[in-house]
């Protein structure tokens, strides 16, 4: 699923494709919707929270669309191209731009004011500017806890990780204190929406020596299965 700093750069390629603009065809290939047309209206923004995209339009409407692992937002010109066709979700195109959605895992519309039944039992988002990393977290496996989006939104499985490393917190067990570790993730997630890519210290790298103490990384299994994930820490600095 992708990271919360993932979804915000989706963001920012819709809003330079379509906002501002107005649609001069819209085809949304999901069955429930696929009466809706919102050729006509004017997109207003498009708004991520935590891993949601909510695409506005001056008709008081919302398409909201969820990425998960495989799904993608491809953007250009009007006369863009991409497939597989039957992977296609959503074709939104203007006179001069084009933004075509792949693989979505989700797609639906409704009342920008009822934006609430996709987001609203979400937790603070991490990217939110009015985040504080001070927020109170509940007595939780550390990595369990922030990978649940009721609780705190934005973070997979890559900056969980990175972030229980930087609090030296074992993954498997609650962590005191993560407001330090949290503004140092806020801060690395942000800089890749700016398109700095983050050096990792233990996501993906198993194997291989920890950044600080030298140990191998290892991996293993967090929260209950069907929904278990995989996270990453060093044994020595995690201990």
């Known amino acids: 699923m992708p990271e919360g700093d993932a979804v915000r750069r989706s963001a920012i390629a819709l809003d330079a494709a379509l906002a501002g603009r107005v649609l001069v065809s819209c085809d949304i290939r999901v069955p429930r ?5 919102l050729a006509g209206q004017t997109i207003r923004e498009t708004h991520a929270v935590g891993k949601h995209l909510l695409t506005r339009t001056d008709a008081g409407l919302t398409l909201h669309s969820h990425r998960r692992m495989e799904g993608k937002w491809v953007t250009g010109r009007a006369n863009l191209q991409t497939g597989p066709a039957h992977q296609i979700r959503v074709v939104l195109r203007t006179e001069a731009t084009a ?7 989700m797609v639906e519309v409704a009342r920008t004011q009822d934006e609430g039944r996709w987001v609203g039992h979400l937790g603070p988002d991490i990217l939110a500017d009015d985040f504080d990393p001070g927020i109170a977290l509940p007595e939780r496996p550390v990595v369990e806890m922030l990978l649940d989006q009721r609780v705190l939104c934005g973070l997979g499985t890559m900056w969980a990780a990175e972030a ?4 030296r917190a074992n993954p498997w067990r609650p962590a005191s204190d993560l407001a330090e570790s949290l503004a140092q993730i806020r801060a690395e997630m942000q800089a890749s929406v700016s398109g700095r890519r983050p050096r990792m210290r233990v996501f993906e790298r198993v194997g291989q020596p920890c950044r600080v103490c030298g140990t191998p990384i290892g991996s293993g299994r967090v929260g209950r299965p069907p929904h278990d994930r995989i996270t990453y820490w060093c044994p020595v600095c995690q201990a």
Not at 33 to 37: C, E, I, K, L, R
Not at 164 to 167: D, H, N, Q, R, T
């Open 99 to 105: 933004a075509i959605g792949v693989r979505l895992a």
């Open 164 to 167: 229980a490393f930087l609090a």
């Open 33 to 37: 919707f696929a009466t809706v047309n």
